[in-house]
Each structure stands twice: as structure tokens, then as C-alpha cells.
């Protein structure tokens, strides 16, 4: 699967991390940085993620930053994503299975490393179920 990666200054350890599993995963990534912990402006680095992921150059999305907060408010401003803020295996596998979720923002100060690769192995295993939730999520595509 090819995944686009993104953090802020806050993500950046975590970013590294999920981004070297994936690679051992066999995933192609696309990281559109950041490259450090040296303070900068996060939509700089969320909104490429979203953009590929709605141009179809990614099938999916991953963005970080302390919270997960901003970098989901950022990516969700995108007509067709569906970012979901995750903080346990139960949110990223209901991310997927219930919402369809074509992003998942982590928060590197909320979660361990080992649970943010937990996370990701989990949500992008778990297929969306479909049925009642396919009209509701494709009504609001629409808007």
C-alpha cells in the first residue's frame, strides 16, 4: 500500500518510527515532512498528506503531532478525508471499520511508540464494514 506521512515538530519522533515499520512492512511511503524537532508551522506539512490522499498518489494517510488535535482539524478541512483522531487500538480499528477513515492523526505526546505502531498495524488491517454507514459517510463526500 503506499501511505503519505506528515508531522509537525511534535510528531517527528513518532513519524520516524511508524514510518521505518512500514517500510519493513513492505509499504511504499511518501513523507512530506517535517525532518526534525526545530519548531515549525504544522499545516505546512498535514495538508500535502490530505492532498495526495484525495489525488489518489496515496491510499492512505498518516499525520502526527503532539496532540493530534490541529492535525486533524487541518486534514478534515478536505472534502473526501476522513480523518480520524486515534489514541488507542480501539478508536483506529473503529476509525476503519466504522468510518471509513482514509486518515488517522496520533498525537506523540498522547500515545507510546509501541501503541502508535499498534495503532497503525490495526487501522490499516481493518476493513470498513460498510452497509448503513456507506450513505451516511458518501452524503457528507457530497456536501
Known sequence: MKIAIGSDHAGFR????????LEELGHEILDYGTDS????????????VAEAVLRGEAERGIV???SGNGEAMMANRFKGI????VWNKETAK???QHNDANMISIGQRMVSYNMSLEMVKLWLNTPFEGGRHT?????LDED
Open 64 to 66: 502526527l503531532g503532539g
Open 37 to 48: 524537532e526545530t519548531p515549525v508551522d504544522y499545516p505546512r506539512f498535514i495538508r500535502p
Open 135 to 139: 450513505a451516511r459517510i458518501a452524503m
Open 94 to 96: 473503529l476509525a476503519r
Open 14 to 21: 513518532h513519524k520516524e518510527t511508524i514510518k521505518t515499520m
Open 82 to 85: 476522513r480523518c480520524a483522531v
